[in-house]
Structure formats: C-alpha cells, structure tokens
C-alpha cells in the first residue's frame, strides 16, 4: 500500500512560518499528483494544495493563497509545504497524499478520501 510521512508541524504565532515535508514510498515515480489535506479541530479533512508531476500546475484553497506554497523535489519524490502568515484557521493536522488515479490537481483537493500517512500537527496560537 502507498506510504506517506509527514513532519514539520509545530506550535507557532500568528503570522509565523513552517516548512511542512512529506516523504512518498517507493512509488512515487509513477503519481501523477500530490496534496497536502488539513483537518481542522472537528472538521473534515479539506484540501489545502495540490501538485501535477504532470505539468507542474498547482492549486491551493482559497484562504490559504498567497500564504502557502507546494512543491515537490523530483530526486527524492519529497513534497514539501512551505506556510507564511500563519493564522490560527490553519491549525489542524496536515497529510499528504499521491495518487495515479487522479490527473487534475483540483480533482485531487476536492477528493473524498484516499491513503494518508500518520500526518503532522500545526497549531496557530497566541
């Protein structure tokens, strides 16, 4: 089954940074597109950014534009979530996840479920 491990959570102020990573198993040659998932405290899952190896298209949530950025390093298949101007709506736990069954970056955020790792916590407060 597919792996994924996430780290780089903490416990930062509003308007700090984080730098959240993922490492994929194996496989991860073949997805064809990756996304960071936050679930907020009694909340659903939701997705947050999403990458194609693909194309390199993108697509982040609309709160969270302009504050957070994905990438993915092609030699270690790691994908990695930098966060700027944290805000305390941000708080959750984040995952990651891959997957060849979907091709669209905005299909990926918008999906239901999936394999997830163990994820890693942020917290936003004062």
């Known amino acids: 089954q597919p792996r994924f491990v996430e780290s780089g959570g903490g416990l930062v102020q509003p308007g700090g940074s984080l730098r959240l990573s993922c490492a994929t198993d194996g496989y991860s040659m073949d997805y064809y597109t990756y996304g960071w998932f936050q679930q907020a405290p009694g909340k659903y899952y939701e997705g947050v950014a999403c990458?194609?190896?693909?194309?390199?298209?993108?697509y982040y949530r609309d709160s969270v534009k302009g504050r957070f950025t994905i990438s993915r390093d092609n030699a270690t298949n790691t994908i990695f979530l930098q966060m700027t101007g944290l805000k305390p709506e941000d708080t959750g736990i984040y995952y990651c996840?891959?997957?060849?069954?979907?091709?669209?970056?905005?299909?990926?955020?918008?999906?239901?479920?999936?394999?997830w790792g163990q994820g890693t916590q942020v917290t936003v407060s004062s």
């Open positions: 996840t891959a997957t060849r069954r979907i091709s669209s970056v905005y299909d990926l955020c918008h999906a239901s479920g999936g394999y």
């Open positions: 990458i194609s190896s693909l194309d390199g298209s993108t």
